[in-house]
């Protein structure tokens, strides 16, 4: 008894969902009619533009160690990154030559600061500079690659 009166509330509830666009034969198979007109299929070879995006990147800050993660669309090559003061400047192994700059929270020991890459991923590990001797704001330099 519950199981037909299951039954027959599923089944309006599909008749009244389907009733715009079709509707419920009475096998319970569903039909659905469209109109069509004005929709067409695109062209072969049509170019969808410009659709490159810009890297996505997110800062994690630790208080002593900032990290900064750099998603990029190339995998082949690993990319230059060089400490300008308090800006971080990453340029991407590619032929166009794409860079991004980050801005650095305080001023870096560029000797103990790295970056890994792996699979398009770019993790900056960035730590605080103690003295001025190796300190991002008076040495321009690379970082190293672990």
């Given at each position: 008894m519950i199981e037909d009166d299951f039954d027959?509330?599923?089944r309006r509830m599909f008749?009244?969902?389907?009733?715009?666009?079709?509707?419920l034969s009475?096998?319970?198979s569903i039909t659905i009619?469209?109109?069509?007109?004005?929709?067409s299929a695109p062209s072969i070879g049509m170019n969808p533009g410009n659709?490159?995006?810009?890297?996505?990147?997110?800062?994690?800050?630790?208080?002593?160690?900032?990290v900064f993660v750099v998603e990029t669309a190339s995998t082949n090559?690993?990319?230059?990154i060089r400490a300008e003061g308090r800006e971080l400047i990453v340029e991407f192994g590619t032929e166009q030559g794409e860079k991004v700059n980050l801005e650095i929270p305080y001023a870096i020991d560029v000797d103990k600061s790295s970056f890994s890459f792996r699979n398009g991923i770019i993790e900056i590990h960035l730590l605080r500079a103690a003295d001025d001797s190796s300190s991002s704001d008076t040495t321009e330099r690379y970082l190293r690659s672990i």
């Open positions: 027959k509330m599923v008749e009244s969902f389907f009733s715009r666009s079709g509707g009475d096998e319970g009619r469209t109109n069509l007109e004005g929709i659709v490159a995006t810009a890297p996505m990147v997110e800062k994690i800050d630790l208080g002593d160690t900032c090559q690993p990319p230059m």
